[in-house]
């Protein structure tokens, strides 16, 4: 080998290498973007249309193998007023509490993220209502626990919980687990309420307003 194509060789082999590095920077790079993409910056929890699309991939799942699924509808009490009396740092110091208070309880294939107005939902594979009751209870008692060292406020949720049923779609056992949350709000708050499974049977939330533009 001369010494030109020793050269040759090298400096191709130097180049290669060097563009499949920059070329591992850029997948990871983008794989990056599109996981902050999928996350709200402010909670940390899921994107709605991720979520969405995620959950329905699982209660596919759970229909497929006859498991059950269930979902949770959280919103925390006086979270507003918390943003009013004392400026947004301490209200998305709230919203960051909260997320994380839920990520404490949830298990790893159970689904967070954000919903719509502030609201929060949680979707558990393979359980039913009674366990989507103690899953809310255990959030519910975690947020209740939060003691902010710097500023005198009780955080506390209310929960919603519904089972989806085997003739219902997805979106309407979300509206019962929306409708069962303002129920638990109208009766004080801090507090976990659940839509029983015979309301799916007999359409008893075919009166409320579609998902897009619930608030």
Not at 85 to 93: I, K, L, M, R, S
Not at 190 to 200: M, W
């Amino acid at each position: 080998m001369t010494v030109l194509s020793s050269v040759f060789f090298w400096t191709t082999l130097i180049l290669l290498a060097v563009c499949g590095y920059l070329g591992f920077l850029v997948y990871r790079l983008t794989k990056f973007i599109e996981e902050i993409k999928k996350h709200d910056r402010l909670s940390r929890a899921l994107e709605w249309p991720y979520i969405e699309e995620q959950a329905k991939l699982l209660v596919k799942h759970c229909r497929r193998y006859g498991e059950n699924s269930s979902f949770l509808m959280l919103d925390g009490d006086g979270f507003r007023k918390i943003f009013d009396d004392y400026g947004p740092a301490t209200g998305n110091e709230a919203l960051l509490l909260l997320s994380n208070g839920v990520r404490k309880v949830v298990r790893e294939v159970d689904l967070f993220g954000k919903f719509a107005s502030g609201k929060f939902v949680v979707c558990l594979p393979n359980t039913d209502l009674n366990g989507s009751i103690v899953v809310a209870e255990r959030i519910r008692q975690t947020i209740s626990e939060i003691r902010p060292e710097k500023y005198p406020i009780s955080y506390t949720v209310s929960i919603g919980c519904s089972e989806l049923q085997a003739d219902e779609n997805m979106e309407h056992a979300l509206r019962r687990a929306n409708s069962a949350l303002e129920r638990a709000q109208e009766q004080g708050g801090n507090r976990v309420s659940s839509s029983k499974n015979e309301e799916a049977v007999t359409r008893k939330n075919s009166v409320w307003p579609n998902l897009q533009k619930m608030g």
